[in-house]
């Protein structure tokens, strides 16, 4: 899942300079002598005065675009992104839900090692991630993640697409339900599954909540979000 190739040879850092934010500062290891101010290397990520977007007025940007180069320094983390993502909510609820995931995150993506077995299976090297990559990504992470739906999905997933529609309910738990909704929300991009019903615990149960939010961090983000662990 990492964007670093060279991690641990002599060529890392000339791989992490050519990797670089364009009109970020150079990263190196060890402190920045500008004039006479000395700045720490993590303080590019850690003060928006650096970035491209920024100008006297603040960022020109309603959401940031370099979430997952801050992260890579560590100076943002799970919590960052899901808020980034949905904290203009105005659900209370479903609000508080998400601080209880984000509180309890031990930088474990995968629901079981079945999940991740059968997730990377199909997302290394797939055919059907050349297009609309992130979306197939979130599905493939859906339709993995609980025994009953997979066995229900499997013989669905084409190399050049994936057939929700063929997809037989008949008879499936409130989780599959859920996470198949989330499946369809993901693939349209209508709603089919309202934030009221995921912050209502009774109906989504907190391994179906985290896996749903998660296949929409995914989508969003691509499957570079999973390398985030704090």
């Given at each position: 899942?990492?964007?670093?190739?060279?991690?641990?040879?002599?060529?890392?850092?000339?791989?992490?300079?050519?990797?670089?934010?364009?009109?970020?500062?150079?990263?190196?290891?060890?402190?920045?002598?500008?004039?006479q101010?000395?700045?720490?290397?993590?303080?590019?990520?850690?003060?928006?005065?650096y970035?491209?977007?920024?100008?006297?007025?603040?960022?020109?940007?309603?959401?940031?675009?370099?979430?997952?180069?801050?992260?890579?320094?560590?100076?943002?983390?799970y919590?960052?992104?899901?808020?980034?993502?949905?904290?203009?909510?105005?659900?209370?609820?479903?609000?508080?839900?998400?601080?209880?995931?984000?509180?309890?995150?031990?930088?474990?993506?995968?629901?079981?090692?079945?999940?991740?077995?059968?997730?990377?299976?199909?997302?290394?090297?797939?055919?059907?991630?050349?297009?609309?990559?992130?979306?197939?990504?979130?599905?493939?992470?859906?339709?993995?993640?609980?025994?009953?739906?997979?066995?229900?999905?499997?013989?669905?997933?084409?190399?050049?697409?994936?057939?929700?529609?063929?997809?037989?309910?008949?008879?499936?738990?409130?989780?599959?339900y859920?996470?198949f909704?989330?499946?369809?929300?993901?693939?349209?991009?209508?709603?089919?599954?309202?934030?009221?019903?995921?912050?209502?615990?009774t109906?989504?149960?907190?391994?179906?909540?985290?896996?749903?939010?998660?296949?929409?961090?995914?989508?969003?983000?691509?499957?570079?979000?999973?390398?985030?662990?704090?």
């Amino acid at each position: 899942m990492s964007r670093s190739f060279m991690y641990g040879t002599r060529l890392q850092e000339m791989e992490q300079m050519m990797m670089s934010v364009p009109n970020f500062l150079p990263r190196t290891k060890g402190m920045f002598i500008i004039g006479q101010k000395t700045i720490d290397e993590k303080e590019e990520f850690k003060r928006c005065i650096y970035c491209s977007e920024y100008s006297k007025g603040g960022c020109r940007r309603l959401q940031c675009p370099y979430l997952l180069e801050r992260a890579d320094f560590g100076q943002i983390g799970y919590a960052d992104f899901i808020k980034d993502s949905f904290w203009d909510s105005d659900d209370f609820f479903f609000k508080k839900r998400l601080r209880g995931l984000f509180r309890s995150f031990t930088g474990e993506w995968f629901m079981s090692s079945y999940h991740k077995d059968r997730y990377l299976c199909l997302a290394q090297g797939s055919a059907l991630l050349q297009s609309t990559k992130k979306q197939n990504l979130a599905l493939l992470y859906l339709l993995t993640a609980n025994e009953q739906l997979w066995d229900r999905a499997k013989d669905h997933i084409y190399p050049n697409k994936i057939a929700l529609s063929e997809i037989t309910l008949t008879g499936i738990n409130t989780t599959c339900y859920a996470l198949f909704q989330a499946a369809k929300t993901i693939a349209s991009g209508k709603l089919h599954i309202k934030e009221n019903e995921l912050a209502d615990k009774t109906l989504i149960g907190e391994v179906a909540f985290k896996t749903i939010i998660q296949a929409f961090l995914i989508e969003r983000y691509g499957d570079e979000i999973m390398t985030v662990n704090q």
